[in-house]
């Protein structure tokens, strides 16, 4: 048994339980503290570590020509417990990455509990950790509790900043009515049949954007009422408010789909489900985001052709996200500059996306470690996703208008093409897999000097 001191990983959502993951991997003992069920979250349904509690999908697999492909290229070959989890219960979802969300926490569980130098304590961690927890990682995730949260607040003299995070619906397979719904992937992708899809006229998608217009929304609560949406994420009311064909044209839209049902109709929006559970007898409503109160949802939900008598496995609902200035809070370690004992991991940094949140709390479960074990290490290289990601929340945005970002081309450093003819310079799809093949050189590169380290 190590007789290293302990790092301790506050959260075990999908950063704390990669940050733990790493850590222990590296041969150093961690503890890692979860609250749940201890104390409870108004997001979170059960006591499993990594629970998904938005969307079942990691987005787009394609290491090639996407930037988040590429980020699950590039932790694949840095050993993440979260993408071989997911690897492990994958269910179809064309080009993306989806899971069994029961399957996949369970996996991940499993695992951090049977590692001998991971130590699972359940019960919430109040205000600042105690100074005898010499390294610590906060990644409490966007539910952060409150006392908590005060504490940072406090620590850091930063207003709060936060934004609105909603979840979308599931629904019952058995429930939806397939002499109006078929199943086909947008453009035949994937496996060409990947999603569920409900087609609406013109009229049906013009009342549809009445009703959700319209429809009862949920209160906000006092402390709520000036907090921003993050454009990523916005309930599909929000959506359907900034015009007629807000939707038509985002997650609703029609094009590379074709209902054999009425083949020769055109249809002015489709609405796609995607696969939720391994079983295939749950499916979640793509975009459908919402604060419309659960008897609205159920009213205006079962307008769409196909979902008349749709029975729902999960309502959605809408809850708050927070996280810090990091560009201004946060050193190149993501430490904390006014604590340095003091790690942030996950969606509290600004970084948006489950992949992202667990990209990042791998990092800092390579930061601390190296730092435990007093081996110096560089950051790994920005060409990469990973060191893209880092760049950006530890200086690389400005700090008076730092806002939520998933991982993306633009974030990366532009290639050497200025000795290149223009005409052979790399641009739309063949530049994106030109960066990509930049990065996982480079990141081999690093992993060389990471590996010879261990």
């Known amino acids: 048994m190590s007789k290293l001191k302990p790092v301790h990983v506050v959260g075990g959502g999908l950063a704390g339980s990669e940050a ?8 150093v003992p961690v503890v890692l503290h979860e609250m749940r069920p201890v104390q409870g979250t108004d997001a979170h349904h059960t006591d499993g570590l990594a629970e998904l509690v938005c969307s079942n999908s990691l987005r787009s697999d394609d290491h090639e020509y996407n930037a988040v492909g ?5 932790m694949r070959r840095l050993n993440s417990l979260i993408i071989a989890s997911a690897d492990a219960h994958k269910v179809p979802a064309g080009s993306a990455l989806a899971v069994d969300r029961d399957g996949f926490s369970a996996e991940v569980t499993r695992r951090l509990e049977e590692h001998p130098l991971v130590t699972i304590e359940r019960g919430e961690v109040r205000g600042l950790p105690p100074e005898d927890w010499d390294s610590v990682i906060l990644a409490t995730g966007p539910l952060t509790s409150p006392a908590l949260a005060d504490a940072i607040r406090s620590l850091t003299g930063e207003d709060e900043l936060a934004f ?15 002499s109006k719904a078929w199943f086909q992937s947008r453009y035949d992708k994937g496996d060409g ?14 009342g549809f954007i009445n009703d959700l217009i319209t429809g009862e929304k949920t209160d906000f609560k006092e402390w709520e009422e000036n907090t921003p949406y993050f454009e990523g994420c916005l309930p599909i009311e929000v959506m359907a408010s900034r015009g007629i064909e807000t939707l038509a044209y985002g997650p609703l839209k029609p094009v590379g789909l074709t209902n ?8 002015r929006a489709v609405v796609q489900l995607r696969q939720d559970n391994a079983l295939g007898t749950l499916y979640n409503m793509v975009g459908f985001q919402t604060k419309l109160t659960y008897g609205e949802q159920k009213r205006v939900f079962r307008t769409i052709p196909g979902l008349e008598n749709a029975e729902f496995a ?15 809070l946060l050193d190149d370690t993501l430490r904390l500059k006014s604590m340095p004992r003091l790690r942030f991991a996950g969606q509290i940094t600004g970084c948006e996306g489950y992949v992202e949140s667990a990209a990042v709390g791998l990092m800092t479960g390579l930061f601390a470690t190296a730092e435990r074990l007093e081996h110096p290490l560089s950051k790994p290289p920005e060409t990469t996703a990973l060191g893209a990601i880092l760049s950006h929340i530890s200086g690389g945005a400005m700090a008076d208008t730092f806002q939520p970002m998933n991982v993306n081309f633009g974030l990366f450093p532009p290639l050497d093409t200025d000795h290149l003819p223009k005409k052979e310079r790399p641009r739309g799809r063949d530049r994106k897999r030109v960066v990509s093949g930049r990065a996982l050189d480079d990141l081999g590169n690093w992993l060389n000097r990471l590996n010879r380290q261990a």
């Open 193 to 206: 049949a990947d999603y569920i899809n409900c087609a609406m006229s013109s009229e049906q998608y013009e």
């Open 164 to 178: 609105f995070d909603a979840i979308a619906p599931i629904i019952y397979k058995d429930s939806i009515d397939f």
């Open 314 to 328: 999960r309502l959605g609902g809408l809850h708050r996200n927070t996280f810090l200035n990091s560009p201004k």
């Open 20 to 27: 733990a993951w790493q850590i222990a991997s590296r041969n």
């Open 70 to 74: 590429l980020l699950h290229e590039e």
């Open 260 to 267: 054999p049902n009425n083949p020769d109709v055109r249809n």
